[in-house]
Nanobody, 116 residues
Framework: QVQLVESGGGLVQAGGSLRLSCVAS????????MDWHRQAPGKQRELVAR???????NYSDDVKGRFTISKDIAKNTIYLQMTSLKPEDTAVYYC??????????WGQGTQVTVSS
């Protein structure tokens, strides 16, 4: 069992930046992929950024060019650097890990609120 703990959310003005962190209780080396999702009130959870074990990175069109996903294997941590934040980026952001054996792990989420 792997636990994921997100941090770094908060309240920021439009145009500002935040960096989210997701620390895993176990090694992230065995994960096929790790990604960030978000869920805004009244909306479905959506994929924001994905980083595969092989290094492939994908972003949703909404955040491309503004958000950057990265990882530090030694620290069992992935990050989401968010810049040029917009009010529509307001959501709960979740970390997700896909184990190579098919298990899926989710963090508890961290709130990001962008004021206009």
């Amino acid at each position: 069992q792997v636990q994921l703990v997100e941090s770094g959310g908060g309240l920021v003005q439009a145009g500002g930046s935040l960096r989210l962190s997701c620390v895993a209780s176990g090694s992230i080396f065995s994960m096929n992929a790790m990604d960030w999702h978000r869920q805004a009130p009244g909306k479905q959870r959506e994929l924001v950024a994905r980083l595969t074990k092989g290094g492939t990175i994908n972003y949703s069109d909404d955040v491309k060019g503004r958000f950057t996903i990265s990882k530090d294997i030694a620290k069992n941590t992935i990050y989401l650097q968010m810049t040029s934040l917009k009010p529509e980026d307001t959501a709960v952001y979740y970390c997700h890990a896909e184990h190579y054996r098919g298990y899926n792990y989710w963090g508890q989420g961290t709130q990001v609120t962008v004021s206009s």
